[in-house]
């Protein structure tokens, strides 16, 4: 099916370069959020066209079945989860989930996970040789018992998965760090200086909600990620914190945690996201991309300002 | 490159129509959604936000379209925040609705005899299917509640086997499209049998003779004992039977993998997503239900 262009020849250029990528807008769709990439195209309306990169659900070297259910719950301004990876496999997703994937209409990054650091390396190394043109390193998911959130808590061990996986693949690695990190900073710079070519700030937040009839958690793992509004000023904070480190080493953010209105998408841009991440946002509303794509192009009209990467960072001193 | 199941879906906003309480907490809402009013099957269910303040959608079964005037019929009981918020919504008022969603029902054999079980707000797909398969093949409601059924009422006129003729009542819009039903409720409802609805279809499905018995399939929504009663009689009679599950969901729409059910297939088990490769699964891939 044919496209119609997005937008006229002169109005805002919202291109914007990550990681050593082009991407076609700043909208990233998250990981987790829209399965094996090609979900969404269900939804009359939806268009990769609209967006700059769809990353994959979370992969480890072997299947996971994941957590029993529930796995999901909403909470005020958002909600819990705790799918635990659920993921045929690298090899699988290799074999027959990339070649049905449009490649040309937008790219597809993969949601690298591990229990160890040699699996980390080894999921990295089968991405390596594929249509994927980068890896999102998540050392963050709190939803598995183990690797996970605990190597992104310890800043060594992080930086420790992202050589691991350096040494393993040419592609540009994204590491996805936690919002539980005491010191995010000092975490980003780590992973930086071991070969991280982007950050994703934030990851979900850890929270649990409780079923007062049953006396039971809701969720199924007990404890769940929570993500959608509610993160969002903890969101722009982190950003704000690695913000520095990652100018120094020209390192991109893919701000994220919370975005679910094109005022939000303006705000992660001047915190200094070089692309905005949507996640919990597609739950309430499928179609978003295509508004809050508009909303940053009048904005940017309204400030005459003529490239996203123009925007992006623009934030001023109280 | 396209998919089959692209653009399946449809994002509408919905217009209220109608918003007619029942007791029981229950609602029956009628929406203008044309374009889903067009494309929806039985078995299929779509997922609304119910307010700008609880903006994950709450999904809810299909209960009756009318393609022509663009309305979709909706039974609804207030069970919690969302849920209540919905009901406090007044016509004229607008509601982001997409759908239809699932993996619908399968009809497709017309020498089947079709028996439906339902039990509350797992009443609405079977008066779907009812509809449905109208004058396609031969089609038995049986539904249960504890709380006032949210239908007009009256006694059919239709004998069914195994059935004592004190349990007459039936569901009005049903009996005049010359469609079977009969109504159980353990709440000492006159006319109703008093008992599970699972139990009220087991007399009708023994009192038929073996040869008719073996053109039967089942199908059935509802909460999740009905479902094990319904799949134990499945399971009894040698009856295949399809079950329309539920679980708390987020996208409904393949994507997140939060609303899965353990399916057992060719040995190996999965975790398979109810709002995609469901709400209706074969009862023989379902472990929780096995005999
Ligand atoms: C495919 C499908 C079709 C459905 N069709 C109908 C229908 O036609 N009519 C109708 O009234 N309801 C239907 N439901 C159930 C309805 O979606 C839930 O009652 C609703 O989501 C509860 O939201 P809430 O905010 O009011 O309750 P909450 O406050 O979220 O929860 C209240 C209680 O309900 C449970 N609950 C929450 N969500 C669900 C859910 N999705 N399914 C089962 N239990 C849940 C919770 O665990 C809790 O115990 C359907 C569910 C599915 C999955
Ligand atoms: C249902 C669900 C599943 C998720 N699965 C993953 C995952 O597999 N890997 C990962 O790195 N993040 C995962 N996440 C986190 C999201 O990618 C995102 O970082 C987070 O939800 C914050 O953004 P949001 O508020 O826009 O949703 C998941 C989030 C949700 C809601
Ligand atoms: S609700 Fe997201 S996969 Fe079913």
């Not at chain 1, 066209?49 to 957590?67: D, Y």
């Not at chain 1, 590491?175 to 005491?182: D, E, F, I, M, R």
């Not at chain 2, 398969?133 to 059924?149: D, N, R």
Request: charged share 20%; glycine share 8%; proline share 8%.
């Amino acid at each position: 099916m044919m496209t119609a262009p997005l937008f006229e020849p002169t109005s805002p250029d919202l291109s914007t370069t990550f990681a050593g990528l082009t991407l076609q807008t700043p909208l990233v769709l998250l990981s987790g959020c829209v399965g094996f990439g090609d979900e969404y195209t269900r939804i009359e309306g939806y268009s990769h066209a609209h967006v700059g990169a769809v990353i994959l659900k979370g992969t480890t070297l072997e299947p996971r079945m994941g957590n029993k259910p529930h796995r999901v719950y909403e909470t005020p301004s958002g909600m819990l989860n705790a799918i635990g990876l659920q993921n045929p496999g690298a090899r699988y997703v290799i074999d027959e989930i990339l070649p049905k994937l449009p490649h040309d209409q937008t790219q597809f990054w993969a949601n690298a996970n591990g229990s160890s650091l040699d699996e980390y390396a080894e999921v990295a190394r089968i991405f390596d040789d594929s249509p994927v043109t980068a890896i999102e390193i998540n050392i963050s998911c709190p939803n598995v018992k183990e690797g996970g959130v605990h190597f992104g808590n310890d800043p060594c061990m992080a930086a420790k998965v992202v050589a691991a996986m350096r040494a393993a693949t040419s592609k540009p690695l994204i590491t996805k760090l936690s919002p539980n990190n005491a010191d995010i900073a000092e975490t980003a710079r780590l992973c930086i200086e071991a070969g991280s070519d982007g950050l994703s700030v934030i990851n979900t937040l850890v929270g649990m909600a409780i079923d007062i009839e049953q006396r039971t958690p809701v969720i199924g793992n007990i404890s769940g990620g929570l993500s959608g509004p509610a993160v969002k000023p903890v969101a722009l904070w982190k950003i704000h914190q690695t913000r520095a480190i990652a100018q120094k080493h020209n390192i991109p953010i893919l701000g994220q945690g919370g975005l679910t209105t094109p005022k939000d998408a303006i705000e992660f841009a001047l915190v200094g996201s070089q692309a905005l991440g949507l996640g919990t946002g597609l739950f309430y509303d499928p179609l978003l991309c295509g508004k809050v794509l508009k909303g940053l192009r009048d904005y940017m009209v309204r400030h005459d300002i003529a490239r996203y990467e123009d925007l992006v960072g623009m934030l001023q001193q109280p | 490159m396209t998919n089959a199941h692209h653009a399946t879906i449809v994002e509408e906003i919905a217009t209220i129509l109608a918003n007619v309480q029942h007791p029981g907490d229950q609602f029956v809402m009628r929406v203008h959604a044309p374009k889903i009013a067009q494309k929806a099957l039985p078995g299929q269910f779509v997922h609304i936000q119910v307010s700008p303040e609880r903006p994950m959608r709450r999904p809810i079964s299909i209960m009756l379209t009318n393609p022509e005037q663009g309305t979709v019929d909706l039974l609804i009981k207030a069970i919690g925040e969302g849920t209540e918020r919905l009901r406090q919504r007044k016509v004229d008022e607008q509601l982001p609705m997409m759908g239809p969603i699932g993996h619908p029902f399968d009809l497709a054999d017309p020498s089947k005899r079709y028996i439906l079980i339902g039990g509350g707000v797992g009443i609405p797909p079977m008066i779907f299917v009812a509809d449905h398969l109208q004058g396609q093949a031969e089609t038995i409601l049986f539904a249960g509640s504890e709380v006032p059924f949210p239908f007009a009422l009256k006694p059919s006129t239709f004998l069914l086997p195994g059935i004592d003729s004190s349990v007459k009542m039936t569901i009005a819009s049903l009996e005049s499209r010359d469609i079977p039903c009969r109504l159980a409720s353990k709440a000492n409802m006159h006319g109703c049998f008093d008992g599970y609805v699972a139990d009220l279809a087991r007399s009708y499905l023994q009192a038929l003779p073996q040869e008719e018995r073996q053109r039967c399939v089942l199908l059935s929504c509802g909460p999740h004992p009905m479902l094990q009663s319904v799949a134990k009689l499945a399971h009894d009679l040698n009856i295949p039977a399809q079950l329309s599950l539920e679980e708390h969901m987020a996208c409904a729409i393949g994507g997140c993998a939060g609303c899965v059910v353990e399916t057992l297939e060719q040995g190996k088990r999965y975790y398979r997503r109810i709002c995609v490769d469901g709400p209706v699964f074969d009862l023989n891939i379902l472990p929780e239900f096995a005999a």
